[in-house]
Every structure is written in structure tokens, then in C-alpha cells.
């Protein structure tokens, strides 16, 4: 159960693949990781949200994410209770996350954003 | 205070706690309390400042992750993982944690029901704008805690925030 961690395994664990950031940012790349090691923390890995003090809401079958700047801008800027990403993720992976989002967990938003869409939304 | 409320998120927290057979950082290091601060994603490993040289089981802190990208990762896996993972990192500090690891608890702020995060995460942006009118009273709601003071995540910050509500409502009342 307990792998040795070598020096240059330390960003890319073998034994489950799970990605470690080394700074304050996020070193993930696709969606797919991002979501799983940073949103599924609150919104949960089946993106179903959570309920305690206040709400994480579902993004799964949202209709919220329609119109994609604003899923972008909430990453970027944040909204209400939830942090924001603009100074943890660059415009490529804030992109790739809010893409993966838009097109999976029963969501089927095509029209995918881009970094530079990214960049516009950033205050 | 609705608008000051909505400007502030919560920042998250993770600590895992880990028990050992025998407090192998005294007995074969002798590490007394501290911290050992490190690049690894667990961050840090503080021993425990008191029970010095007792026999028999220990426990310390084997992660303790705030403020970036590693309490996120951290806050996302299952329990189980957190754990896991905080002995897989920790052993290539100390080889004792193979033999000695008994068990562990892991908490991630943002999974804790009453509260969905640690500490309020004020930017200057939003001080400037929202904190006054956070600690005012609003018809019948005051606020008090750590997110309404000038020390977010402390104690102090809570207690003096508490002081400071329960002073302004003194004062409305006597006044009223």
C-alpha cells in the first residue's frame, strides 16, 4: 500500500496517477484532472453539488453553464462563497476545465471556450 | 451585509492527524515538538509539544495544507486517500512511518458541514469595499467570528470580533 516516492515521481504519482501541484498554482493540464483534483472537492466527483452551512451547487444538468462566459467568469473571478481560480490556473487550464464541465456530467454545451476567451473575462 | 457576506469566500484547510506505535521522532531523532517544513504536497509534519518521551503510542500532525494548490488536492480525494497518501509522503521524511503507522484522520474544511470552508478570504479589494458594513448591525443580525475581524482563520480574530459585537449591541440598547 505504501509506494516509495522517488524525487522525480513526486509531481506524477505511479502507483494511482494522482498529479501533486508543487507552488501556489495548479500544474494540472486537462479537464478532466482539474475538475477531479480541484472542483470535486465541493461540487463532488459526480458534480451533484453538496448541502451543509450553505450550498455547492450541482453542475451537472446545469443550464446555469449555456452561456459559457459565465461559468468562465465564476472560475476566474469567483462568485459568493467560492474562491477564485484566476491566480491558481492559467487561461489554457481554466479553459480545458470549464470545456470538460460543459460537455460531460449530462451537460452537452459544444461550443468550446478558449484561452483568449479566458483572458477577456479576467478583471 | 448581504453584499459584504457575498464578497467574501471561504478559503479552505486540510490537517491529517496520524497515530504511531511509539513517538519514533523523540526516540530516534531527537525531535521535540516543532515543525518540519517541506516542498513535499503535505507541506509540513509538527510534533507534538507536549508528553515528551512518553512510552506507547504517538500521534502528530503529518500534513497541514492552506492558501494553495495542494489543499485543493488534498481537500478533493476520499478520506482514505488523504491519509494514505500523508504516510506515502511523510515516509520519505521519516523511514519509521513503514513500520510504525497505525492509523490516521484526515479533515478537509471545505467537506465540513457546518461550516464549507475555514476562514474567510478577504481580498484588500473586498476590505475596503464590504468589511465595515459586515460588522454593523443590521435590524436584528450582528455578526461575529473570525470572518468579521481583522485577523481571519485566529482565535483572536473570533474573540475579538465577539467583543467588539457584544460592545455595539451593549451600546444600541443602553442608547435605545
New interface residues.
Partial sequence: ?????SEAA?TQ?S??G??????????EMSGEELF???????HM?DAMG?T???N?PPLAQDRDLQVARYPVDIVVN?R?????FGD?MNDDQIAAVVNYVRTHFGNDYRDAVTASDVKAMRR | MKAAI?AV????AVKIGLQFKRRFWEEDEAIYGGITYT???IRQIAYPNTGFNRTGRGVLLGAYLF????S??F???PPA?RI??A???G??IHPQ??GE?ENGVAV?W????????CSG?WSDEARSQHYRNLCQIDGRIVLAGEHASALPAWQEGAILSSLDAVSRLHERVVKS
Fill in positions: 500500500m505504501l509506494a516509495l516516492c513526486l504519482d502507483t494511482k494522482r498529479t501533486f501541484s508543487s507552488g501556489y498554482a495548479f500544474v477531479a483534483n480541484v472542483c470535486a472537492g465541493c466527483p453538496a451543509g452551512a450553505g455547492y469567483g459568493r462563497a467560492m474562491p477564485p491558481m | 457575498e469566500p471561504y478559503s479552505g516542498d513535499l504536497p492558501d494553495g494548490a495542494n485543493y488536492e481537500t478533493a480525494m486517500e494514505e497518501r504516510v506515502e509522503f515516509a520519505t512511518y513503514r503507522f478537509a471545505h467537506r465540513v458541514p457546518f461550516t464549507l470552508g478570504d
